[in-house]
């Protein structure tokens, strides 16, 4: 099933970054996972579907390199269940690339040796979801208990290891109204290169209550512009899966805004985030008259069939 609308970028000066889902297998069981049942939770079957071959991945890191692409991400699923990932990330780094992501639910980063051997390959942004303060509320988000402990653990390791940490924070009706206390307590604890503010979508197991999981994103967005203040000069700031009328004063993080030159890769399907948001995104009449009605592209449609469009408040020229 591959997707045939894969486009270069007008200037043809290359993608911006590939993403690899190198596994469907995943240790945790995360409520708002958006694979959802493709997730194999067998982790010793070797099934194509559930686990790329090295081959095939190799090849997609040397398309990284001959498109320019500023780096590559290694996702999943949980990419840290592929015992070739550190020989993947040597690959990577062997070949140029100057930004090699791991995308993780962190918990074997409790490990500290297997944290020294990742560094060693060379991974340069250590990406960690860590979506509450509040044990109880991230493990059940997780879907696993004592994920919290596993990942505070692995962010302590890194940190020592002098590895600054990039936090996925997922925002969910279980955790926006404490984001603030969250992020007070990320940049008061650790070393924080980013922090990531992204709005849940409703994709795989959010499919299953979508109004138990999804929160209206207009309750979301001033949360996020207080988290944003606590942040500044401690960690960077982006936002993902929002509108700029929705975080009003705080619209120069949103990430989603014009092309994303993103390429996602997985087990025998490949997809551009440009073309994906097109046709799967929808805004409201009134956005004509906003000053990002250009840069901007909507809300996913998903949503709007829950919440609709009345959220949206075009912000003045
Ligand atoms: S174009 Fe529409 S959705 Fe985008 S920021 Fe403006 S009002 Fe919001």
């Known amino acids: 099933m591959k997707n045939q609308n894969i486009k270069k970028k007008k200037n043809n000066d290359g993608l911006g970054k590939i993403e690899c889902l190198i596994i469907f297998k995943c240790n945790c069981r995360c409520i708002m996972c958006s694979t959802g049942l493709q997730i194999d939770r067998n982790i010793g079957n070797n099934d194509y579907r559930s686990s790329m071959p090295f081959k095939e991945i190799v090849k997609d890191i040397d398309r990284a390199v001959k498109t320019n692409a500023r780096g590559i991400a290694f996702s999943g699923g949980e990419p840290n269940l592929r015992r070739d990932l550190p020989m993947l990330v040597e690959y990577a780094k062997s070949v140029g690339l100057k930004h090699i992501e791991v995308q993780s639910n962190g918990r074997i980063y409790a490990y500290r040796d297997y944290c020294e051997k990742l560094i060693k390959s060379g991974v340069t942004n250590f990406v960690i979801s ?6 109880a509320v991230h493990d059940k988000i997780m879907g696993v208990p004592g994920t919290y402990r596993q990942v505070v653990e692995g962010i302590k390791n890194l940190n020592d290891l002098g590895k600054k940490v990039y936090i996925n924070i997922v925002l969910t009706k279980l955790n926006y109204g404490h984001l603030e206390e969250h992020v007070a307590y990320l940049v ?13 979508m409703l994709e795989g197991n959010v499919n ?11 309750e979301v967005g001033p949360h996020i512009g207080k988290a944003i203040d606590i942040a500044k000069g401690k960690a960077a700031c982006f936002i993902y899966n929002m509108v700029p009328c929705l975080v009003p004063g705080y ?12 390429l996602l890769i997985g087990p025998e399907f490949e997809s551009s985030l440009d073309e994906e948001r097109k046709g799967k995104k929808v805004k409201a009449a009134a956005c004509e008259k906003c000053r990002y009605n250009k840069a901007c592209y909507g809300i996913w449609k998903k949503y709007a069939d829950l919440y609709g469009l009345d959220e949206l408040k075009p912000m003045k020229p």
Not at 212 to 217: A, D, K, Q, R, S
């Open 251 to 262: 619209e120069a993080y949103v990430n989603d805004l014009g092309q994303l030159d993103t």
């Open 130 to 135: 860590f979506h509450s303060h509040i044990e």
């Open 188 to 200: 008061k604890n650790f070393d924080i290169q980013e922090l990531r503010f992204t709005m849940v």
């Open 208 to 218: 299953d209550d979508p109004r138990g999981i999804v929160p209206p994103m207009s």
